[in-house]
């Protein structure tokens, strides 16, 4: 049984057809039909019910997947282990936040992909939380105060964060001076999130509002220096801006609690040597890097 043909029917059960597969795997879908075709002729069963609408698993095939998923893991440890000087190789798709992905964690995949010239590295950005088992990725790096899931996840270092506003937007409407006057301004937000702030020893979460909302931490920053109004942001973001005056901290008597920059992935009882070696040049970066310190 070839190990290839297992991985992409893992792949398109995971995808859920054969074209979403395809442009996950950097193949032609002619390529994936035939080794689907060559597996389940070995088999000798149907694994997928082909439609327009793309691919369901059928009974044997869902029996199947998590058999074809573990023994693909398997291999491709297998493989690690004996490649010379501990060299990776395969397809590594990883998600990263658009916000500080590209700028502060890209030079660790740059530096990944320097010393294992045999891994094919695929990042997407993007700010939103991608579902890593449905979309395909060995793992994402998530920003912020993690909520509860089944994923397994790994600090990798601290983010801390201010809340800040512009002097105009202060000379206009004030500053809030406690949690508690949060609510009475105008929120910059991703959503309808929480924000959290020390009082007292305690952390304690209040519900901003606003009418500006962006899913983007840098249209935040620009709405911010232009004075629509307060914003949580990450320090690494906004160094610059504060030096220049552009944005003021405010209510520093009750600093939000430091958040922190995580390597998230899939449930499984040990994480694939390239996941490890992501979250070792991630944790190191952050040791060295004099952005990710608090103001």
Known sequence: MDIEDLQTFVEVADAGGVSAAARRMGLSKSIVSRRLHRLEAELGVQLLARSTRGAALTEAGAAFRDH???????????????????????????????????????PSLAKMAQTHPQLQIHTAYSDRFVDLIAE??????????????????????????????????????????????VPGHQALMHGTEGWQFMEGGQSVTVQPQGRFKADNGNALLTAAVA?????????????????????????TDHPPP????????????????????LTELLTEHFRQSPEFAAL
């Not at 190789?89 to 990883?94: A, I, K, Q, S, Y």
């Not at 600090?155 to 000379?171: C, D, K, Q, T």
């Not at 920059?261 to 994480?271: L, T």
């Open 227 to 251: 004075g629509l109004g307060i914003a949580w942001l990450p320090d690494c973001l906004t160094h610059a801006h504060v030096a220049s005056g552009a944005l003021v901290r405010i209510m």
């Open 136 to 181: 395909g990725f060995d793992c994402a790096v998530r920003v912020g105060y993690l909520p509860d899931s089944a994923l397994v996840a790994k600090r990798v270092g601290p983010i801390f964060g201010s809340l800040l506003a512009s002097p105009e937007y202060i000379a206009a409407h004030g500053a809030p001076e406690v949690p508690a006057d």
């Open 68 to 106: 074809a998923a573990r023994a693909s893991a398997e291999i491709d440890t297998a493989r690690e282990a004996i490649q010379p000087s501990g060299a990776l190789r395969g397809r590594f798709r990883v998600a990263m936040p658009l916000t500080l992905g590209p700028t502060h964690f890209a």
């Open 258 to 277: 430091a958040a922190g920059a995580y390597v998230v992935r899939p449930p499984g009882q040990h994480p694939a040597r390239k996941v490890r070696i």
